[in-house]
């Protein structure tokens, strides 16, 4: 079993102080006894902060809840016997608490059981059970296997018997993966502990961590919309409706002509005659046959309409790419047309 991580905490989501003092701790799984390795420059900034500047605000919520925070700052950083003179100042039920942490942390499992006989029951028992018999899992060790029973049996944590798991790791007696258990389910008491007594001496709770998104969920993520949007293309040009832009008649088209309702284009692909409304010119068609996708030619200018001089054996067809329009003998459709503008192979449409 890899020794891992610290704790599921979000640091960031904390006051600047508190955070900086959490983070002092480190990221990686530390031992039992956390006194093993104090953080002095933690303590004398602890020493000497006042209660509301420690939590970033100018007045600290719940003063007794905040006294528990300085409490368990003092302990994660390796100071368990201040933080128990600083917990005699916390509530009750914390002072009990934190007392027992810390007379465990100090091997002394006596005092620890009777500062948590006090409590019969603490809001954060019940899930730090559940992610007990999570971590201990199918593990072997007898007594682990016997705590897990009696939590599974009870739902609930059960505070003695981890005393007793704390001092056979202190003696020895676990092998390697055992005792990581222990210190992983020691350092899950000590987060939720803390998220409890946080959130409760600031009267708001702490955001949940958010994961950062995998490359490959990203990409996952944008080919399913793009592949959406390529759905919905075709639905959203047949649905548009014109502008008031759109609508207006051509500098081209006569007084008093009325201008048809669709347009008639053949498919570069396939040669299939399709008819588009009028709105949809400038914009790229569908075709219902192959399904290409191709440009629909602008309105004919002035200069590029069919004049009583022009032969009336042409044909005039739009470029589907740039709109440019190209007149060929009648005799050419059903055959290709290089456009002399943007270079877009496309076919002459048939009758």
């Given amino acids: 079993m890899g020794v891992g991580t610290m704790i599921e905490l979000d640091a960031s989501q904390l006051a600047p102080e508190v955070a900086g003092l959490f983070l002092s701790g480190g990221a990686e799984l530390p031992g039992l006894q956390w006194?093993?390795?104090?953080?002095?420059?933690?303590?004398d900034r602890l020493d000497e902060i006042e209660d509301a500047k420690l939590l970033g605000r100018a007045a600290p919520g719940d003063e007794a809840m905040t006294v528990a925070v300085r409490a368990l700052l003092y302990l994660w950083n390796g100071w368990p016997v201040e933080a128990a003179m600083v917990a005699?100042?916390?509530?009750?039920?914390?002072?009990?608490?934190?007392?027992?942490?810390?007379?465990r942390q100090l091997g002394r499992a006596d005092r620890a059981k009777a500062a948590l006989q006090q409590l019969a029951d603490y809001p954060i028992y019940a899930p730090l059970a559940q992610y007990a018999i999570k971590t201990?899992?199918?593990?072997?060790?007898?007594?682990?296997?016997?705590?897990k029973g009696l939590m599974e049996l009870g739902e609930t944590w059960e505070p003695f018997l981890f005393v007793d798991l704390v001092e056979q790791v202190r003696a020895g007696k676990f092998d390697r993966d055992a005792e990581i258990i222990v210190r992983r389910l020691q350092c899950r008491e000590f987060e939720l502990l803390f998220r409890h007594c946080y959130e409760q001496a600031t009267g708001e709770p702490i955001p949940a961590r958010v994961e950062p998104e995998s490359t490959a969920d990203r990409e996952a993520r944008l080919r399913r919309l793009r592949h959406k949007r390529e759905r919905k293309r075709p639905d959203r040009l047949a649905r548009r409706e014109p502008s008031a832009q759109e609508e207006k008649p051509s500098s081209g088209q006569r007084p008093g002509e009325a201008e048809p309702a669709t347009v008639n284009i053949g498919c570069p692909q396939c040669g299939q005659v399709l008819a588009f409304p009028q709105s949809t010119r400038g914009r790229n068609g569908n075709c219902g046959k192959c399904g290409a996708v191709f440009l629909i030619p602008q309105r004919q200018t002035p200069e590029l309409r069919p004049t009583p001089q022009a032969p009336a054996c042409t044909v005039a067809v739009g470029c589907p790419k740039c709109g440019q329009m190209v007149r060929r003998a009648e005799s050419d459709r059903g055959k290709t047309h290089k456009c002399s503008k943007c270079g877009t192979v496309f076919l002459i449409p048939k009758k």
Avoid: D
């Fill in 35 to 43: 006194q093993a390795r104090p953080k002095q420059f933690a303590k």
């Fill in 88 to 103: 005699q100042a916390a509530a009750e039920p914390e002072c009990h608490y934190l007392t027992g942490f810390c007379e």
């Fill in 136 to 147: 201990i899992g199918e593990a072997t060790e007898p007594l682990l296997k016997r705590f």
